[in-house]
């Protein structure tokens, strides 16, 4: 019996030579598509971010407004239909979470339905950006309870 060795392909001192080369090779590429991964990954998440941040600062706003409006419809009618509703002044806390809040509350008498009165209350901030936000803005009616005489 004759002993037969064979040598598994790619065994050989040249294969194995190049195949150091091919990794290297590899190396550079697959550093070469992390990298422009990188630069695509890297802004979208800043945008993300960004808009999240945004979000916040709308929701904030929205939760102020509803509260001031909440507190100017328990008002007294009187009060309301007269124009002597008190103007309100952003909490502490939004003056923390907001660059340059503006609170504006606008009651009137509303000329077409008798006996009601229309409360509008806004708020705008300047953003990140340096420029005035769109402001969050509620409408509310109130309708005199009295009974009429």
């Known amino acids: 019996m004759q002993n037969i060795q064979s ?3 790619g065994c050989d001192s040249f294969s194995r030579c190049c195949r150091r080369g091919v990794s290297l090779v590899e190396l550079i590429i697959s550093g070469m598509l992390l ?9 979208t998440l800043k ?5 999240g941040r945004s979000t916040d600062e709308r929701q904030e706003a929205l939760a102020e407004v509803a509260n001031i409006m909440e507190q100017t419809v328990a008002s007294p009618f009187d009060q309301l239909a007269m124009e002597r509703v008190q103007q309100p002044s952003v909490s502490a806390h939004l003056e923390r979470q907001l660059r340059d809040p503006r609170l504006r509350l606008r009651t009137s008498v509303d000329p077409q339905l008798e006996g009601t009165v229309r409360i509008e ?3 705008d901030w300047i953003g990140k ?12 009616w109130v309708y005199d309870r009295r009974p009429l005489k």
């Open 129 to 140: 950006a340096g420029l005035r936000e769109r402001p969050v803005r509620l409408m509310a």
């Open 47 to 51: 945008l993300i971010d960004r808009q």
């Open 7 to 9: 040598r598994p392909s």
């Open 35 to 43: 990298s422009s991964l990188m630069l695509i990954t890297v802004p």
């Open 121 to 123: 209350v806004e708020l």
